[in-house]
């Protein structure tokens, strides 16, 4: 019984070793995609500046492109700092354009004066803008050339 089973196991090491001896010979050579140690603060090269001026929408329903910089606005469960100027009760006062009505509708189309939890996430529908090349090609053109 002990016998098949030592032989097993030298066949599986000498199926192992030499395996195990390439893996280490490359990890001599071993070089991170960004050329950098793991523990090194690479800086990331902001290749699309956001562009400031406002775009024209490609379809009539299309949530507004974000002209400004929204990373450091932060939304979560709690806070959502997108409202400290577009909500209703600010916009005047920060010279922002207000909410549309859609934003304050619950689901059974009731309106509130709130933000609907649907409309929560604003960076679900609302993206920020750069003149970015197409990241897929496609055939898209705005309905407004048709
Ligand atoms: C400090 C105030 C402020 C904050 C915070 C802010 N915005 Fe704005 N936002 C503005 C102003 C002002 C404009 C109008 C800019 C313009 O007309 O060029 C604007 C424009 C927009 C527009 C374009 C609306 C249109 O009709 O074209 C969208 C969309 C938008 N913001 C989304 C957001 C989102 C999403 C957030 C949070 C990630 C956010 N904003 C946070 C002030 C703010
Ligand atoms: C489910 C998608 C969706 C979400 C989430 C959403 N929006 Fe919108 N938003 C739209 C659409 C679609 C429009 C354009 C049609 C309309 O006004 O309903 C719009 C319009 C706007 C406008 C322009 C209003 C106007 O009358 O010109 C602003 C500003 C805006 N959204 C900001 C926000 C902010 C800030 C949030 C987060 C609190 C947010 N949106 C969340 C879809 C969304």
């Not at 577009?86 to 549309?100: C, I, K, V």
């Not at 496609?138 to 309905?143: A, D, L, Q």
Request: proline share 6%.
């Amino acid at each position: 019984m002990r016998k098949p089973f030592l032989a097993g196991l030298c066949a599986l090491a000498i199926a192992i070793i030499p395996a195990g001896a390439a893996l280490a010979q490359s990890a001599g050579g071993l070089a991170s995609l960004r050329g950098a140690g793991v523990e090194e603060n690479v800086p990331v090269e902001q290749v699309f500046q956001q562009e400031t001026r406002r775009f024209n929408r490609d379809y009539r329903q299309q949530p507004p492109l974000i002209p400004h910089s929204s990373d450091q606005y932060q939304i979560d469960l709690r806070a959502n700092q997108c409202l400290g100027c577009h909500d209703w009760t600010n916009a005047g006062d920060r010279g922002a354009p207000t909410l549309s009505m859609t934003h304050y509708l619950d689901r059974d189309g009731r309106e509130m004066d709130h933000v609907a939890g649907t409309r929560w996430f604003c960076t679900q529908c609302h993206v920020p803008q750069a003149n970015a090349p197409a990241l897929v090609q496609n055939t898209f053109e705005s309905s407004a050339s048709r």
